[in-house]
């Protein structure tokens, strides 16, 4: 969940590499990326190197109710935090 919620932000912020992701379109990357793990985890490299741009490391779960892990300064954070980071807040 909370994956899906970070591409989603990455695209509401204009992010390049995000544009293809739409629930209501059958030939979306998100509803692709259901049943294909390759296209899932080069998106999972994609988040994870926005956040990475910013000094965030983001340990991807893959579990669907269990909340992935985000890490700046050595310390953990919450996803909040981490977009606060990307935003410059």
Known sequence: MEFTADML????RGI????NL?????NSDLIKM?????LRHQ???????????H?????Y???????NVYTYKGKQISREQAW????GK
Do not use: W
């Open 9 to 12: 932000d990455a695209q509401k």
């Open 16 to 19: 390049p590499g995000f544009e």
């Open 22 to 26: 739409n629930l209501t379109d059958p």
């Open 34 to 38: 259901i049943t294909d793990d390759e």
């Open 43 to 53: 998106y999972v490299d994609k988040v994870g190197a926005v956040f990475a741009s």
């Open 55 to 59: 000094g965030i490391t983001m340990e």
């Open 61 to 67: 779960n893959g579990k669907f109710l269990e909340a």
């Open 84 to 87: 606060n980071i990307v935003d």
